[in-house]
C-alpha cells in the first residue's frame, strides 16, 4: 500500500491551484497572477513518479508568495470551527469506547467549508462502517504503547478528535500534532491559540512545515524525534495517508479516514467514499 500519484490526480491540482488563488486574493490581477504560476508549476514538475503532495505544496507556497496572504483558508477554518461547536453538542460522548471515539472522530471528516450546516449534520449521522478495520489490533497495542502522536487534520474536525485523545491519555502520554504553517484548511499552532484550543489537549507540537500530510525531510527536528520515539502514530485524513504510506510498514501509524478520492481508495484497496481504519 502507498500513494503516488495517478493521471487523474492532474485536475485535481489544478482546481487545488484555482481554489487556493481565489480564496487569497480579491484584487482580479494578483489572483490571475497566482493560477498562472501555479497552473504553470503544475504543467512542468507533476509526476505519477512522485506524490501529489510533493507539486501540492509548492503550489500553495506560490500562491501565498504572489498574493501575500500567509493563510488563505483563514475565513474557511473560522466557518469550519463555528460548524464544528454548532454540531458536536448533538452527540452523546458520556461511556464511549475506544470504538465509537474513533467513529466520532472520522464523522468529524464530513465537515466541509462548501456543505451547509444541515447537510454536514445531516452527513454525520449516517453509519460509519469500515472497510478496513484494524481497531482491535490498535486496541491490543495500546495496552504496551508508552508515548503516543496523534496527527490532526483539518480545524474544523479539532473538536470531533478530543473524546478520543482524551481516552488514548489514559493509557499513555499523547501529543497532539497541527501544521506549523498554513496550509489548505488544516489546524495550525496560530489556530489553536486563536480559536482558544490548546486547553483541550494535554500536549500540542506541530510537524514544522506546512505540508499537506507531513513529508518527514522537510519537518523539524522535534516532530521527527516525536515520530521515532511513539509506539502508536494515529494519523487522520488522506494526507497522511498520502505522505506516510511512502514509508515502510512498521505496524505503528493508524491511518483514520475517509476514502474522498479514487486514487486513495484505489491506493488503499477500497471503494470510494469508504471509511479506513488501517494499522500499518
Same mark, same amino acid.
Given at each position: 500500500m502507498n500513494m503516488k500519484a495517478r493521471e487523474e490526480c492532474y485536475p485535481c491540482l489544478a482546481r487545488l491551484a484555482r481554489q487556493a488563488a481565489e480564496l487569497a486574493a480579491d484584487?482580479?490581477?494578483l489572483r490571475d497572477t497566482?493560477?498562472?504560476e501555479g497552473l504553470a508549476?503544475?504543467?512542468r514538475e507533476f509526476s505519477v513518479a512522485g506524490t501529489s503532495i510533493a507539486v501540492a505544496t509548492p503550489i500553495h507556497r506560490l500562491v501565498k508568495s504572489i498574493t501575500g496572504n500567509p493563510d488563505p483558508y483563514r475565513k474557511v477554518k473560522e466557518n469550519e470551527l463555528r460548524m464544528a461547536r454548532a454540531l458536536m453538542p448533538q452527540f452523546e460522548?458520556?461511556?464511549? $469506547?475506544?470504538?465509537d471515539c474513533i467513529v466520532l472522530a472520522v464523522r468529524g471528516n464530513c465537515i466541509d467549508f462548501f456543505m451547509d450546516l444541515e447537510q454536514a449534520a445531516k452527513d454525520m449521522r449516517k453509519?460509519?462502517?469500515f472497510a478496513l478495520d484494524d481497531i482491535q489490533r490498535v486496541k491490543d497495542r495500546l495496552k504496551s504503547a508508552k508515548r503516543m502522536l496523534y496527527l490532526a487534520d483539518n480545524a474544523g474536525e479539532v473538536l470531533f478528535d478530543v473524546p478520543l485523545v482524551r481516552m488514548l491519555q489514559?493509557?499513555?502520554p499523547v501529543t497532539y500534532?497541527?501544521?506549523?504553517?498554513?496550509v489548505q484548511d488544516d489546524a495550525t499552532l496560530e489556530d489553536m491559540g486563536r480559536f482558544g484550543?490548546? $486547553?483541550?489537549f494535554p500536549s500540542v507540537i506541530s510537524t514544522g512545515t506546512d505540508t499537506p500530510g507531513v513529508v518527514l525531510e522537510m519537518a523539524s527536528l522535534e516532530f521527527r524525534d516525536a515520530f521515532r520515539d511513539s509506539d502508536l502514530v494515529l494519523a487522520k485524513g488522506m494526507g497522511y495517508w498520502e505522505t506516510l504510506s511512502e514509508l515502510p510498514a512498521e505496524g505503528k501509524v493508524f491511518h483514520v479516514f475517509k476514502a474522498k478520492c479514487r486514487p486513495v481508495a484505489e491506493s488503499v484497496g477500497v471503494n470510494l467514499d469508504s471509511f479506513v481504519a488501517v494499522l500499518r
Open positions: 484584487d482580479e490581477v497566482a493560477i498562472s508549476y503544475l504543467e460522548t458520556a461511556g464511549m $469506547d475506544l470504538r453509519p460509519v462502517v489514559r493509557h499513555s500534532v497541527v501544521k506549523g504553517a498554513p484550543l490548546f $486547553d483541550q
